[in-house]
Nanobody, 124 residues
Framework: QVQLVESGGGFVQAGGSLRLSCAAS????????MGWFRQAPGKEREFVGA????????PYADSVKGRFTISRDNAKNTVYLQMNSLKPEDTAVYYC?????????????????WGQGTQVTVSS
């Protein structure tokens, strides 16, 4: 199975930017669709976006469309989440996840492999 480790979270003021990274190890990285999810206190885990195995398809949640960008470097076994124009409502623990299916699911239940999460806090 694949192991995932996120990094890059932190504290930023509204309007700022952060880039999260998720490094994968253990299996062939290109076998996996990679997803980003987030969970705020008291809320359910929600889909942020995902990227297909080749990197050619990147659906996003409406709440982040136009502000967040997902990319992957298959040579480095790493997926990135570039977050711009951050808002206080983006505050959450951000998780990357992996699925071997070719379908890009928006439900976190469809992703069996998860990182430990990284905290993003956006102040107003």
């Amino acid at each position: 199975q694949v192991q995932l480790v996120e990094s890059g979270g932190g504290f930023v003021q509204a309007g700022g930017s952060l880039r999260l990274s998720c490094a994968a190890s253990g299996r062939t990285f290109t076998n996996y669709v990679m997803g980003w999810f987030r969970q705020a206190p008291g809320k359910e885990r929600e889909f942020v976006g995902a990227i297909s195995k080749s990197g050619g398809v990147t659906p996003y949640a409406d709440s982040v469309k136009g502000r967040f960008t997902i990319s992957r470097d298959n040579a480095k076994n790493t997926v990135y989440l570039q977050m711009n124009s951050l808002k206080p409502e983006d505050t959450a623990v951000y998780y990357c996840a992996a699925s071997v299916e070719s379908v890009i699911w928006h439900s976190h239940h469809k992703y069996p492999y998860w990182g430990q999460g990284t905290q993003v806090t956006v102040s107003s």
